[in-house]
């Protein structure tokens, strides 16, 4: 199964964007989500993460700026990212966990990655 990202693009810094990211197959839940991203040169780095239960925490530069979300029915999650900044600039990676199968075990899945650009 893959994870199918949307929702990047080029914007002016203090614009917004929403990324979105579903499985490609139907599972039957997905308790731990997540968006991390990857600058050119840098390491890629986690920008917010939310479970089932609703918990969310983000990287502390992008708190009050971007906000996760989740659609547990479609086992969906979305970041919206508002008030851009040209250090937002990176390739937007969707992580889950799924579970297939009541009882078994998760499986990490990670999407394609969707480029984010912002200038100033």
């Known amino acids: 199964v893959q994870l199918v990202e949307s929702g990047g693009g080029s914007v002016q810094a203090g614009g917004s964007l929403r990324l979105s990211c579903s499985p490609s197959e139907t599972v039957h839940s997905s308790p731990d989500m997540a968006w991390y991203r990857q600058a050119p040169g840098k390491q890629r780095e986690l920008v917010a993460r939310?479970?089932?239960?609703?918990?969310?925490t983000y990287a502390d530069h992008v708190k009050g700026r971007f906000t996760i979300s989740r659609d547990n029915a479609k086992n969906s999650v979305y970041l919206q990212l508002n008030n851009l900044e040209p250090e937002d600039t990176a390739v937007y990676y969707c992580?889950?966990?799924?579970?297939?199968?009541?009882?078994?075990?998760?499986?990490?899945?990670w999407g394609q990655g969707t480029q984010v650009t912002v200038s100033s």
């Open positions: 992580y889950a966990a799924l579970i297939f199968f009541p009882d078994w075990p998760p499986v990490q899945a």
């Open positions: 939310s479970t089932v239960g609703g918990r969310t």
